[in-house]
T-cell receptor, first 115, second 113 residues
């Protein structure tokens, strides 16, 4: 059984296009996250949602818009893609951010390449 | 602000050698959690361990062991009798009181046959 899944796994697109990445978790967790891993492998949080409510919003260009239709899904929509957006994007989930104890479980990642 | 430092960028060992991956963290929180994740060449991030700030007992899981020392703000990871399948990027991370998981830069471990 897949715990945290993302689609697509690979995404190649032209500069200026709009694209979405979907994430679903079947762990029954309340909190979901998006992370960006750059070419140097550095991982940084972008957004976090708890029960469909935005709770973490890092300094991310407003071309990036997360959407959580329900607590099992957190999608990432990116407008007007730029070369610098090329990265691996990871979705993650945890039981509840408020307890500090929660392990975050990651999806397989989506490799976005902007040409 | 929290910070996690993994000073070793790359480590190369020969199979069956023991290897220790260093992790030093900075935090002002009195309650915090430390993690290690493994990222194999296939790219996924695999959770390995979580340790809370009040529990300084070392932990052993098969060939893996972790040494948490609050006095030196370190949470080191040792692989005993390394195997080729251990080749991966290993990340240390600290969970902040804002809910963010702060990652170190990662250590690339190459285990040669």
């Amino acid at each position: 059984d897949t715990a945290v899944s993302q689609t697509p796994k690979y995404l190649v697109t032209q500069m200026g296009n709009d694209k979405s990445i979907k994430c679903e978790q079947n762990l029954g967790h309340d909190t979901m996250y998006w992370y960006k891993q750059d070419s140097k492998k550095f991982l940084k949080i972008m957004f976090s949602y708890n029960n469909k409510e935005l709770i973490i919003n890092e300094t991310v260009p407003n071309r990036f818009s997360p959407k959580s239709p329900d607590k099992a899904h957190l999608n990432l929509h990116i407008n007007s893609l730029e070369l610098g957006d090329s990265a691996v994007y990871f979705c993650a989930s945890s039981q509840d951010t408020g307890l500090y104890t929660d392990t975050q479980y990651f999806g397989p990642g989506t490799r976005l390449t902007v040409l | 602000a929290q910070k996690v430092t993994q000073a070793q960028t790359e480590i190369s060992v020969v199979e069956k050698e023991d290897v220790t991956l260093d992790c030093v963290y900075e935090t002002r929180d009195t309650t915090y959690y430390l993690f290690w994740y493994k990222q194999p060449p296939s790219g996924e991030l695999v959770f390995l361990i979580r340790r809370n700030s009040f529990d300084e007992q070392n932990e052993i899981s098969g060939r893996y062991s972790w040494n948490f020392q609050k006095s030196t703000s370190s949470f080191n990871f040792t692989i005993t009798a390394s195997q080729v399948v251990d080749s991966a990027v290993y990340f240390c991370a600290c969970h902040s009181n804002t809910g963010k998981l702060i990652f170190g830069q990662g250590t690339t471990l190459q285990v040669k046959p």
